[in-house]
């Protein structure tokens, strides 16, 4: 078993710590002054706890770690000796109702707090590597000594909320009946590794569970995983599928589920053989060019109809003057002879 020895920051041991405290000024120690040292020296050791709590907290939040002290026998807080500690590290210390930061780890120094009223410890700003087993010992201050009256252990669990799982499609083009679609899922900034994720798969009144391995990924500062699962999915022939991803964190908070993916088949576009669509296009141009043989006599028979028309209508015109002329000569001379018989 390993004894540790805390150091201050200034670079001193405990032991001129614990000479201040017990008023010892000389470099010789008493054999009192000894025992005294060693019994303060020995709060440090990992012991058999009384009570094993067991505290949650979330990341860059506080928590609250109990001692679980009574005091059945109202002792002045200013005559005892209270000790956090975490494996071989000092959390805090209250000396005789005083805060003390001298002894304490530099990771804890304006992070911690301790409520002597409900024997609690406050602990800011909480991150991944403060999660483990916290030890509170309390000691009595006599004038014969130091007496250790309780002790016992916190364990402390630090929870990180995982993002909303979201499923991405992995496959490119369009989704055919009979296609083969890959589909990943994943979930982001959570503490602690999830228990597993699964798939739910919903086709009309039938909902299949499928649970695949998950691809872990720890940030090397933060400690927070990322955790993804893949699947491959047959599209149906007729029907739709719904699909959704679920995290199960642990610690019994609930199951995180993504947004339900809605799958449905495509229609087909069908494909001509190629000689179909030559045979097709070869009808096509042979009616293009009925449609416009067809035009082009239509035109041609209307031209050569508004020429006829045009020269019978000069033929009559040429011909009108012609009749006028033989109806004036006989007018003329008729009209000449009564002339003639009126001078008569």
């Not at 991150?127 to 000594?145: F, P, R, W």
């Not at 029907?239 to 799958?263: D, F, G, Q, R």
């Not at 141009?285 to 020429?307: P, Y």
Request: aromatic share 8%; hydrophobic share 40%.
């Amino acid at each position: 078993m390993l004894i540790f020895l805390p150091v201050k920051a200034n670079g001193k041991s405990c032991v001129d710590g614990v000479r201040n405290k017990f008023g010892v000024l000389k470099t010789e120690i008493s054999a009192m002054e000894l025992y005294e040292f060693f019994l303060h020296l020995m709060t440090f050791l990992p012991g058999a706890a009384v009570n094993m709590l067991q505290e949650k907290a979330f990341v860059n939040h506080t928590a609250y770690l109990r001692c679980n002290f009574h005091n059945p026998d109202n002792i002045d807080v200013k005559e005892l000796i209270v000790f956090w500690q975490k494996e071989s590290e000092v959390v805090n210390e209250v000396y005789r109702g005083q805060e003390l930061s001298d002894n304490l780890d530099p990771k804890y120094i304006n992070r911690t707090m301790m409520d002597m009223n409900t024997w609690t410890l406050c602990l800011l700003n909480v991150g991944i590597m403060d999660e483990g087993q916290y030890v509170c010992i309390i000691q009595h201050k006599k004038s014969s000594g130091l007496e250790k009256i309780y002790d016992s252990k916190s364990q402390l669990f630090v929870i990180a909320n995982y993002s909303q799982p979201e499923i991405v499609k992995l496959h490119k083009g369009t989704v055919e009946p009979g296609t083969a679609l890959n589909l990943s899922c994943s979930s982001s900034w959570g503490y602690p590794e999830p228990t597993q994720m699964t798939w739910q798969v919903s086709k009309g009144n039938l909902t299949e569970e499928h649970v695949d391995q998950m691809a872990v990924f720890q940030d090397d500062k933060t400690k927070l995983y990322k955790v993804t699962i893949t699947r491959t999915i047959q599209v149906p022939m007729d029907t739709h599928i719904n699909i959704s991803c679920l995290v199960y964190p642990t610690w019994k908070m609930e199951s995180l589920v993504s947004k339900s993916l809605c799958i449905a088949p495509e229609p087909v576009t069908p494909v001509m053989h190629p000689i179909i669509l030559l045979a097709v296009g070869l009808i096509s141009g042979v009616v293009i060019a009925g449609v416009v043989l067809v035009m082009v006599v239509r035109k041609r028979s209307r031209c050569n109809t508004s020429t006829s028309h045009s020269s019978q209508m000069g033929t009559e015109v040429n011909r009108q003057p012609n009749n006028k002329d033989e109806d004036l000569k006989p007018m003329t001379i008729q009209l000449w002879k009564g002339e003639m018989q009126s001078c008569h």
